[in-house]
Protein backbone atom coordinates (compact mmCIF):
# COMPACT_ATOMS: atom_id res chain seq x y z
CA UNK A 1 0.00 0.00 0.00
CA UNK A 2 1.83 3.12 -1.13
CA UNK A 3 -0.26 5.51 -0.04
CA UNK A 4 -2.28 5.94 3.93
CA UNK A 5 -5.06 8.07 3.64
CA UNK A 6 -5.19 10.52 6.54
CA UNK A 7 -8.50 8.96 7.99
CA UNK A 8 -6.80 5.79 8.45
CA UNK A 9 -4.01 7.53 10.55
CA UNK A 10 -6.41 9.22 12.86
CA UNK A 11 -8.08 5.82 13.19
CA UNK A 12 -4.84 4.27 14.70
CA UNK A 13 -3.95 7.81 16.36
CA UNK A 14 -7.40 7.17 18.20
CA UNK A 15 -7.16 3.69 19.45
CA UNK A 16 -3.47 3.85 20.04
CA UNK A 17 -2.63 7.87 21.43
CA UNK A 18 0.60 7.36 20.00
CA UNK A 19 1.65 10.42 17.42
CA UNK A 20 0.34 11.02 13.65
CA UNK A 21 4.16 10.33 12.37
CA UNK A 22 4.50 7.27 14.28
CA UNK A 23 1.42 6.16 13.56
CA UNK A 24 1.81 7.09 9.95
CA UNK A 25 4.86 4.68 9.72
CA UNK A 26 2.83 1.97 11.26
CA UNK A 27 0.48 2.05 8.84
CA UNK A 28 3.42 2.20 5.96
CA UNK A 29 5.17 -0.91 7.59
CA UNK A 30 1.97 -2.92 7.96
CA UNK A 31 0.48 -2.36 4.47
CA UNK A 32 -2.70 -0.31 6.14
CA UNK A 33 -3.47 -2.95 8.22
CA UNK A 34 -4.82 -1.27 11.80
CA UNK A 35 -3.99 -4.28 14.02
CA UNK A 36 -0.75 -4.67 12.52
CA UNK A 37 -0.06 -1.07 13.16
CA UNK A 38 -1.43 -1.16 16.45
CA UNK A 39 0.45 -4.65 17.58
CA UNK A 40 3.54 -2.69 15.59
CA UNK A 41 3.08 0.42 17.98
CA UNK A 42 2.94 -1.51 21.25
CA UNK A 43 6.23 -3.38 20.42
CA UNK A 44 7.85 -0.25 19.48
CA UNK A 45 6.25 1.00 22.74
CA UNK A 46 8.07 -1.23 25.11
CA UNK A 47 11.81 -0.95 23.07
CA UNK A 48 10.87 2.63 23.86
CA UNK A 49 10.18 1.54 27.31
CA UNK A 50 13.24 -0.23 27.82
CA UNK A 51 15.76 2.49 26.25
CA UNK A 52 14.31 4.95 29.12
CA UNK A 53 14.46 2.92 31.68
CA UNK A 54 17.74 4.03 33.14
CA UNK A 55 16.64 7.46 33.10
CA UNK A 56 16.10 9.41 36.51
CA UNK A 57 12.76 10.27 38.29
CA UNK A 58 12.73 12.78 40.50
CA UNK A 59 9.16 14.43 39.99
CA UNK A 60 5.25 13.09 39.86
CA UNK A 61 2.54 12.97 42.00
CA UNK A 62 0.96 11.64 44.94
CA UNK A 63 -2.36 10.07 44.28
CA UNK A 64 -5.41 9.11 46.35
CA UNK A 65 -8.55 6.98 46.21
CA UNK A 66 -11.41 6.12 48.57
CA UNK A 67 -13.76 3.30 48.30
CA UNK A 68 -16.87 1.56 49.38
CA UNK A 69 -17.67 5.07 51.32
CA UNK A 70 -14.70 5.57 52.91
CA UNK A 71 -13.96 1.57 53.87
CA UNK A 72 -10.70 1.40 51.66
CA UNK A 73 -8.00 4.19 50.80
CA UNK A 74 -5.00 3.88 48.84
CA UNK A 75 -1.91 6.27 48.20
CA UNK A 76 0.18 6.18 45.60
CA UNK A 77 3.17 7.37 43.96
CA UNK A 78 3.92 7.11 40.82
CA UNK A 79 7.25 9.41 39.10
CA UNK A 80 8.55 10.47 36.24
CA UNK A 81 10.94 12.47 34.88
CA UNK A 82 9.57 16.46 34.37
CA UNK A 83 7.47 18.19 36.21
CA UNK A 84 5.74 19.14 32.52
CA UNK A 85 4.72 15.27 32.42
CA UNK A 86 3.60 14.88 35.94
CA UNK A 87 1.13 18.18 35.35
CA UNK A 88 0.06 15.88 32.09
CA UNK A 89 -3.89 14.81 31.96
CA UNK A 90 -3.06 10.92 30.98
CA UNK A 91 -0.33 10.80 33.72
CA UNK A 92 -2.77 11.96 36.41
CA UNK A 93 -5.28 10.27 34.54
CA UNK A 94 -2.85 7.18 35.11
CA UNK A 95 -1.50 7.46 38.82
CA UNK A 96 -6.22 7.66 39.64
CA UNK A 97 -6.03 4.11 37.91
CA UNK A 98 -3.59 2.47 39.49
CA UNK A 99 -4.57 3.58 42.88
CA UNK A 100 -7.98 2.35 42.02
CA UNK A 101 -6.44 -0.97 40.66
CA UNK A 102 -4.94 -1.12 44.39
CA UNK A 103 -8.20 -0.61 46.09
CA UNK A 104 -9.40 -3.49 44.01
CA UNK A 105 -6.92 -6.08 44.14
CA UNK A 106 -4.89 -5.68 47.19
CA UNK A 107 -1.40 -6.42 45.98
CA UNK A 108 1.25 -7.31 48.38
CA UNK A 109 3.90 -5.76 46.48
CA UNK A 110 5.00 -3.59 43.45
CA UNK A 111 7.06 -6.42 42.06
CA UNK A 112 8.47 -9.75 43.05
CA UNK A 113 11.54 -9.07 45.42
CA UNK A 114 8.99 -6.50 46.99
CA UNK A 115 7.18 -9.34 48.67
CA UNK A 116 8.53 -9.81 52.21
CA UNK A 117 10.68 -13.42 52.45
CA UNK A 118 8.16 -13.95 55.72
CA UNK A 119 5.52 -14.09 53.43
CA UNK A 120 7.07 -15.96 50.63
CA UNK A 121 7.96 -18.63 52.84
CA UNK A 122 4.93 -19.41 54.35
CA UNK A 123 3.27 -19.49 50.98
CA UNK A 124 5.85 -22.16 49.95
CA UNK A 125 4.75 -23.84 53.38
CA UNK A 126 1.36 -23.75 52.85
CA UNK A 127 1.69 -25.18 49.35
CA UNK A 128 3.78 -27.93 49.93
CA UNK A 129 1.61 -28.84 53.04
CA UNK A 130 -1.46 -29.24 50.24
CA UNK A 131 0.41 -31.10 47.78
CA UNK A 132 2.14 -33.69 50.51
CA UNK A 133 -1.62 -33.77 51.87
CA UNK A 134 -3.11 -34.76 48.52
CA UNK A 135 -0.27 -37.99 48.65
CA UNK A 136 1.27 -36.25 46.00
CA UNK A 137 5.11 -37.76 45.42
CA UNK A 138 8.02 -35.77 47.04
CA UNK A 139 10.15 -35.05 43.87
CA UNK A 140 7.38 -33.70 42.58
CA UNK A 141 5.89 -31.34 45.45
CA UNK A 142 8.89 -29.22 44.34
CA UNK A 143 7.40 -28.30 41.18
CA UNK A 144 4.11 -28.25 42.23
CA UNK A 145 5.11 -25.58 44.55
CA UNK A 146 6.98 -23.25 42.40
CA UNK A 147 3.90 -23.31 39.82
CA UNK A 148 1.77 -21.81 42.74
CA UNK A 149 4.47 -19.37 44.08
CA UNK A 150 4.52 -18.06 40.13
CA UNK A 151 0.25 -17.75 40.21
CA UNK A 152 0.66 -16.11 43.54
CA UNK A 153 3.51 -13.74 41.96
CA UNK A 154 0.85 -12.68 39.10
CA UNK A 155 -2.14 -12.41 41.92
CA UNK A 156 -0.46 -10.08 44.11
CA UNK A 157 2.41 -8.47 42.79
CA UNK A 158 1.45 -5.25 41.47
CA UNK A 159 3.18 -4.80 38.09
CA UNK A 160 2.04 -8.38 37.33
CA UNK A 161 -1.47 -8.13 38.20
CA UNK A 162 -4.30 -8.24 35.05
CA UNK A 163 -5.40 -4.65 35.02
CA UNK A 164 -9.35 -4.50 36.76
CA UNK A 165 -10.04 -2.07 33.76
CA UNK A 166 -8.77 -4.33 30.80
CA UNK A 167 -7.85 -7.92 32.23
CA UNK A 168 -6.15 -8.63 28.85
CA UNK A 169 -3.40 -6.63 29.70
CA UNK A 170 -1.22 -6.09 33.39
CA UNK A 171 0.10 -3.03 35.33
CA UNK A 172 3.57 -3.31 33.57
CA UNK A 173 1.91 -3.33 30.43
CA UNK A 174 -0.11 -0.24 31.08
CA UNK A 175 3.00 1.58 32.18
CA UNK A 176 4.43 0.65 28.94
CA UNK A 177 2.09 2.23 27.08
CA UNK A 178 2.14 5.33 28.86
CA UNK A 179 5.84 5.34 28.65
CA UNK A 180 5.53 5.09 24.76
CA UNK A 181 2.92 7.79 24.44
CA UNK A 182 4.77 10.47 26.79
CA UNK A 183 8.18 9.52 26.07
CA UNK A 184 9.50 9.48 29.46
CA UNK A 185 10.44 6.77 31.77
CA UNK A 186 7.34 6.41 34.28
CA UNK A 187 7.49 3.60 37.58
CA UNK A 188 5.67 3.56 40.68
CA UNK A 189 7.75 4.32 43.43
CA UNK A 190 5.01 3.02 46.52
CA UNK A 191 1.90 2.39 47.66
CA UNK A 192 -0.19 2.02 51.11
CA UNK A 193 -3.80 0.87 50.93
CA UNK A 194 -6.37 1.10 54.19
CA UNK A 195 -9.02 -0.94 54.75
CA UNK A 196 -11.32 -0.40 57.96
CA UNK A 197 -11.58 -3.52 60.22
CA UNK A 198 -7.81 -4.77 58.57
Known amino acids: MSKISATLVKELRE ?10 EALKE ?10 FLRKKG ?3 AAKRSGRAMSEGVVQSYIHMGGKIGVMVEVNCETDFVAKNEDFQTFARNV ?4 AATSPVGI ?3 DVPEKTIAR ?3 IYRAQALEQG ?3 NIVDKIVDGKMAKFFKDFCLLNQPYVKNPDINIADLINELIAKIGENITIKRF ?4 VGE
Request: hydrophobic share 30%; net charge negative; charged share 40%.
Open 136 to 138: KPE
Open 192 to 195: ARFQ
Open 99 to 102: AMHI
Open 111 to 113: REE
Open 123 to 125: ERE
Open 15 to 24: KTGAGMMDCK
Open 30 to 39: CDGDIEKATD
Open 46 to 48: LAT
